[in-house]
């Protein structure tokens, strides 16, 4: 902060500070403890605002819990955005290897480009891509049909279309991290391992992903708070049985017109995401200062 | 005895880049052996080969007479002591130590005793639950040799493994490191661009320049009697004086050169009339003696580098002259801006063909 004024003079360096205060107490608490005082209110007529009935309680949480089918719901989407997150890492950590330590700059060049290039329009207009893909009638059973895989149609609207559409809708998410995180580390260090005999395998597990662990934590941590959060694949590329939590919140907002129970599911949710942040942190031993890098 | 290494018409292009053209050399097993070379003369592309890393794209190489084509750095007899050392920063001293034999499926008993042996070996005791970042340049130096001798190696490679110490650290570092080799008799192959760092530790040396092969020997046998120009250069302080052969007898050669005629040992096959170059080494240079193989030059500085000191000077035509003076004669070295007469033995100078 000393820094900060000495570079730019109290004048304008005041005028950075109280920026950063508006934008964290508007844009971040303001909204975060609006959510708060919604989740804990009941759901009441405008008349009977602010009066008798309106008390804090945690009937709305208390609802959630003892709801069954919305607490199946919950706990799938918590599994599956795990499940999105495993096979995310799985896709990406090759690639990522392949980009930092194997690519020539020319190859690493064009394949970045062609990852990112689909990043550059919408998120809808990208699942709706996977949307036209998986149909019914569309090009993915068309080509397994004249391939002979599959003798009839497959219906991938569910969980297959879902967990498809996440894990390539989060690709980059998980890609950049692991990759800045291998890109660091000495070839040497792999060429010294390959000359002592360790196999492909060991090499990787004793070498390449302890040094790369920040990056391989941060990027599992963003990619499943992005799929808990996830609403346009579970809405487009789902099917009745395949329902995220996101859905039910939304319900609750717009469809069902009770805002104090949508604030109560998504309050579950978000406490739910912090949780699985700072334990994946604990048991990767990495910072969130070495995340927010 | 350990595995002799043998280079066979060995040759190295990257796609239009020649970075080693026909190298033969054999490194007897037991031996210390040095590639020296300035940076770019292919000394490591050389080393990297036998390591199994790169696959020469002409000739073979055998390692205990087996021929190692096709076979991976995982797969040969050999070791490397990376320039950076690469040691695994998260992993403790002894399993870098010991890495070697987890790859191999060795119990954690036996590793860890194993990795205790080496440490002694190397003077670490007590240094194995240390991280690789809590320990001085010389000690992580240790623990690169302990982890490669782990795996017993027949040949050890090191690539320039002293070159980030500083002096008097390294100097101590060579007298451990021939130790070492003596010690366990593996043969080293050992990579470098200090000429007083291979004269100084190896039983032969290797010169290299752009990627050829220019005379391999022992270290007294280099500075003596180089065989091409850039040994004669690249190998100790020398002075140059071109000139054209008049005579050549009984392996002396006579010089004729803008100083007057000069004579020294013909190495190579020479012919009056042919353009020559005669080498000097500045110790060979007296400025008390009287004779006829005389240079003349007006002293310019003396730089005094402990042991001995080094005038320069100018010859006549301005060319530069080196002659170095022992300590112990300082006080009767000539005085800066005087004209010297400076004397050597023809059996100290060599004479080589020019190019």
Redo the contacts between chains.
């Keep these: 902060m000393a820094e900060l004024f000495r570079r730019f003079g109290g004048g304008l360096g005041t005028l950075f500070l109280a920026l950063v205060a508006v934008w964290l107490a508007g844009m971040v608490l303001a909204p975060n403890l609006t959510m708060i005082d919604y989740a804990l209110r009941p759901n009441l007529p405008p008349a009977e605002i602010g009066g008798q009935r309106d008390v804090y309680s945690l009937d709305n949480i208390l609802y959630l819990a003892n709801e069954s089918v919305h607490r199946a719901i919950f706990f799938k989407t918590v599994w599956a955005s795990a499940l999105v997150t495993f096979i995310t890492l799985v896709v990406c950590y090759p690639i990522a290897f392949w980009l930092a330590q194997r690519a020539t700059p020319g190859q690493a060049a064009v394949v970045i480009l062609a990852l990112t290039i689909p990043f550059w329009i919408n998120e809808v207009l990208r699942t709706l891509a996977w949307y036209i893909l998986l149909a019914f009638r569309g090009p993915l059973n068309a080509l397994l049909l004249v391939i002979g895989i599959i003798d009839e149609p497959v219906r991938w609207y569910g969980d297959i279309g879902v967990l498809a559409g996440m894990t390539y809708a989060y690709i980059l998410f998980m890609l950049f991290p692991i990759y800045n995180a291998i890109e660091s580390l000495d070839r040497s260090q792999l060429e010294a391992a390959r000359d002592l005999g360790a196999s492909v395998w060991r090499t990787h597990w004793r070498i390449v992903i302890p040094h790369s662990k920040a990056g391989i934590a941060t990027g599992c941590v963003f990619t499943f708070m992005l799929a808990a959060g996830s609403y346009v694949a579970p809405a487009l590329l789902g099917s009745p049985g395949s329902r995220w939590f996101t859905e039910i919140i939304y319900n609750w907002f717009f469809e069902g017109g009770d805002w104090n129970r949508g604030a109560a599911y998504a309050l579950v949710l978000l406490v739910l995401c912090l949780a699985v942040v700072l334990v994946t942190l604990k048991l990767a031993r990495v910072n969130l200062t070495d995340v927010a890098k | 005895m350990s595995h002799s290494v043998e280079l066979q018409n060995v040759g190295m292009a990257f796609g239009q880049t020649r970075a080693v053209s026909n190298v033969s050399f054999t490194v007897e097993g037991g031996e210390f052996f040095s590639i020296l070379g300035p940076s770019g003369c292919g000394k490591t592309t050389i080393l990297r080969m036998i ?3 790169l696959e020469p794209t002409e000739g073979r190489i055998l390692i205990g007479g087996r021929d190692m084509r096709g076979l ?3 797969r040969r007899p ?3 002591i ?3 050392l ?1 040691l ?1 920063p ?2 403790p001293v002894w399993e870098n130590i010991a ?2 034999l ?3 499926g060795v119990s954690k008993a036996e590793r860890r005793k194993k990795a205790e042996e080496l440490l002694k070996l190397v003077a670490l005791e007590g240094y194995g639950d240390r991280m690789p970042g809590e320990l001085s340049g010389g000690q992580r130096q240790r623990v690169a040799i302990a ?2 001798l782990a ?1 017993e190696p027949q040949v050890l490679l090191l690539d320039e493994p002293l070159s980030a110490l500083d002096l008097k650290l390294r100097q101590h570092m060579r007298a451990e490191l021939r130790a070492l080799q003596k010690r366990t008799g593996v043969t080293f192959i050992y990579i470098t661009h200090d000429q007083s760092e291979a004269l100084a530790m190896s039983d032969r040396v290797a010169v290299m320049s752009e990627g050829v092969l220019q005379q391999v020997g022992a270290p007294r046998e280099l500075y003596d009697n180089p065989v091409t120009p850039f040994v004669a250069r690249f190998v100790g302080e020398t002075n140059v004086v071109e000139g054209r052969i008049a005579a050549v007898e009984n392996g002396i050669t006579s010089v004729d050169t803008a100083y007057g005629p000069l004579r020294g040992r013909a190495v190579a096959n020479l012919a009056p009339g042919m353009p020559a170059r005669l080498y000097v080494r500045p110790e060979a240079l007296e400025h008390k003696g009287q004779g006829a193989n005389k240079l003349t030059a007006t002293i310019e500085r003396i730089d005094f580098e402990g042991a001995f000191a080094l005038a320069h000077g100018r010859l006549e035509d301005g060319r530069p002259l080196i002659a170095s003076i022992p300590s112990t004669e300082l006080n009767q070295a000539p005085a800066v801006g005087a004209r010297v007469s400076f004397v050597f033995r023809e059996a100290n100078a060599v004479v080589l063909p020019d190019g």
Excluded: I, N
């Design positions: 390591a199994g890393f991976g750095p995982d050999t070791a490397m990376f320039q950076s690469a695994f998260l992993m890495f070697g987890e790859a191999r982890r490669a795996v």
